[in-house]
């Protein structure tokens, strides 16, 4: 996957994720390297951690999804 697949894959999860009501009050940053997208910051909830990994793990052209979502109050 070059760069070009991976700056989509980067803009489709984020705008996924900031368009998405159930992470209001996240904060993650994402970056997107031969297809294994990195997910990292802040959720307030475990629910969105899993929502985050989820929404990621879901688009095309994804090769893996790892990351360091830290719970914020």
Do not use: K, Y
């Not at 368009?19 to 390297?33: F, K, L, T, Y």
């Amino acid at each position: 996957m070059g760069s070009w697949e991976d700056a989509c894959l980067e803009a489709a999860v984020r705008q996924s994720l900031e368009r998405d009501p159930n992470m209001a009050g996240s904060h993650i940053q994402i970056e997107v390297e031969a297809g294994r997208v990195c997910l990292r910051g802040f959720v307030r909830s475990t629910r969105q951690r899993e929502r985050a990994f989820s929404v990621a793990r879901n688009f095309g052209g994804t090769e893996g999804v790892e990351g360091d979502l830290l719970l914020t109050p």
